[in-house]
């Protein structure tokens, strides 16, 4: 769990179980000042349990750097100290490829309950676990498809036992609009929409808002918070009149955008994240960038 001291705002991770029941205040590592540590309620001079933050990386258009996206920020937000839970919706399984792994059980086993959830998951950093996808989630869509009635809800209730176990869970999805993709949407909080500016993708943008608000129908808390523009090419006009006309119509979700970056494109073949990778290249810069922005934290990395 994360406290953040109430005088000077630094946050701290510390193992929950570590604390022991009777400790009821806590002192600031940083700045000394003395608390109360209020683990069940929250309140003005206390605290913080947060609970889990929820984010779907989602946009029906392929290509666009979802599976970057997703795989980055996680690693990211894992790197600024949040406990953190990958999980790979896609058939492809290119999340446990870019980060160079190949789990041996994921999603399909926790779903048809085939293992235990702590089974399911693969640490695959430091604070950071991977609940990987693959080609067996092909049989989860025929499930899901299966089912008379509630087959939307079967993500949210296979993954709600992670539920306050970490800081954020972050999904990646498939392109394309299925039983896989509503499960997703059914089950996260926020959802981030990577947006190519290669190509025209402002028509895909608003197709999946109509699907999305569909869905808000049943879900109100179901939020597009973030929409982060994606290969910007400074050199080329039509790329920085795109991100102008996006910033105008949806300025409020709009992140600094992440630019074609060649480094983000060879990472994955070495496993390894873009801050593995190629700690100095514009990408990490940019990747840095969304985590201070969905962190809420301007002073991340610096
Ligand atoms: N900012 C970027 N600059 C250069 N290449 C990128 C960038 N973002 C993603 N890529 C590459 O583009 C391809 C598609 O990205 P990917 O994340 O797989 O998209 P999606 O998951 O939406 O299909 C991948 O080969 C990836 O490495
Ligand atoms: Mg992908």
Same mark, same amino acid.
């Given at each position: ?33 003395? $608390?109360? /540590?209020?683990?069940?309620? @929250? ?19 392929? @290509? ?5 996206? %997703? ?13 953190? /839970? ?13 980060? @160079?792994?190949?789990?041996? %059980?994921g999603l399909v086993e926790l779903i048809t309950e085939e293992l235990k959830p702590e089974e399911t ?12 996808? @693959? ?50 949407? $059914? ?61 105008? /119509? ?14 983000? %494109?060879? %990472? ?32 991340? $990395?610096?």
């Open positions: 769990m994360i406290i953040t001291c109430p005088r000077c705002k630094k946050q701290c991770n510390i193992d929950e179980k570590r604390i022991p029941p009777n400790v009821r205040k806590a002192r600031c590592k940083s700045c000394g000042y003395l $608390f109360a /540590l209020n683990l069940s309620a @929250g309140g003005e001079e206390s605290l913080s349990r947060k609970s889990t933050r929820i984010i779907g990386v989602a946009l029906s258009k392929g @290509g666009v750097g979802k599976t970057t996206t %997703a795989v980055n920020l996680s690693a990211g937000l894992a790197l600024a100290g949040h406990k953190v /839970l990958l999980i790979d919706t896609d058939t492809q399984g290119q999340a446990s490829y870019s980060l @160079g792994v190949k789990p041996k %059980a998951v693969c640490k695959v950093r430091e604070r950071l676990w991977l609940l990987a996808g @693959g080609k067996s989630l092909a049989g989860v869509k025929r499930l899901i498809d299966r089912k008379d009635f509630g087959g939307e809800l079967t993500f949210k209730e296979s993954l709600g036992v992670f539920d306050g176990e970490y800081d954020f869970i972050v999904l990646d999805t498939s392109p394309g609009w299925d039983a896989l993709t509503v499960g997703v949407l $059914f089950y996260v909080k926020e959802v981030l929409t990577p947006i190519s500016l290669e190509v025209m993708a402002l028509q895909g943008l608003v197709e999946f808002m109509k699907s999305l608000a569909s869905i808000r129908k049943y879900r109100e808390e179901l939020e597009l918070k973030y929409i982060l523009p994606t290969f910007l090419d400074g050199r080329v006009k039509q790329s920085q009149k795109m991100l102008e006309e996006l910033s105008k /119509l949806y300025g409020q979700q709009i992140c600094s955008p992440v630019r074609y970056n060649v480094r983000i %494109a060879e %990472a994955p073949a070495y496993g390894k994240t873009i801050y593995e990778y190629a700690p100095g290249s514009p990408g990490a810069h940019d990747y840095r960038e969304l985590v201070r922005r969905v962190t809420n934290n301007p002073n991340l $990395f610096r």
